[in-house]
């Protein structure tokens, strides 16, 4: 079956304006993630979305960062008046949700410019 | 908190060869789960292999496979038989029981023909 996709694949944007950042997790997955990779760094965690329990929002950087996901399926991260620091790949898995299944499938990321 | 150390930022191997990336960690969890992952240039992340903390026998999958010490934090990875299509970074990572991924910051491999 399809994996997690992620659109834009690439987003170019200039200082202070808005993104969104699109993530659709494989079907059936309840469980899902966002991730921050910067440059020369590890996958730091965001948010956590687990069916239709409160995210865990616990790594969300400032309040300019947010995200939402829409009938328990797609998700969109949401970056205001992005900052230069705010560069880095946004990658996205998901999970089936069960407690003994812990493996998250990733997809291939968004690589976000801010200039 | 869950921390996640790998020491080596650049490691290389010849083709054919065995090399081995080190990760340390640290949690105070009595069950977790640890995790190497691999990122290609395409920046898709391939699970590689997995370990879950209460098993005592060490993971294998065909040309990889882990050194898992418990009591000293430690969970290093062997690939045997290298290939050129090996290459790529390489995340050790922990999961803790709220089901969050704590990633090391990679080694980046190179396999030399």
């Known amino acids: 079956g399809a994996g997690v996709s992620q659109s834009p694949s690439n987003k170019v944007t200039e200082k202070g304006k808005d993104v969104e950042l699109r993530c659709d997790p494989i079907s059936g997955h309840t469980a899902l993630y966002w991730y921050r990779q910067s440059l020369g760094q590890g996958l730091e965690f965001l948010i956590y979305?687990?069916?239709?329990?409160?995210?865990?929002k616990s790594g969300l950087p400032s309040d300019r960062f947010s995200a939402e996901r829409t009938g328990g399926s797609v998700s969109t991260l949401t970056i205001q008046r992005t900052q230069q620091e705010d560069s880095a790949v946004y990658l996205c898995?998901?999970?089936?949700?069960?407690?003994?299944?812990?493996?998250?499938?990733f997809g291939p990321g968004t690589r976000l410019t801010v200039l | 908190a869950q921390t996640v150390t790998q020491s080596q930022p650049e490691m290389s191997v010849q083709e054919a060869e065995t090399v081995t990336l080190s990760c340390t960690y640290d949690t105070s969890e009595s069950d977790y789960y640890l995790f190497w992952y691999k990122q290609p240039p395409s920046r898709q992340m391939i699970l590689v292999i997995r370990q879950e903390a209460y098993k005592q026998q060490n993971a294998t999958e065909n040309r990889f496979s882990v050194n898992f010490q418990k009591a000293a934090k430690s969970f290093s990875l062997k690939i045997s038989d290298s290939q050129l299509g090996d290459a790529a970074m390489y995340f050790c990572?922990?999961?803790?029981?709220?089901?969050?991924?704590?990633f090391g910051k990679g080694t980046l491999l190179t396999v030399n023909p």
């Open positions: 979305f687990q069916g239709n329990s409160a995210p865990d």
């Open positions: 990572a922990s999961l803790s029981s709220n089901y969050k991924l704590t």
């Open positions: 898995a998901s999970r089936p949700g069960g407690v003994l299944v812990v493996e998250q499938f």
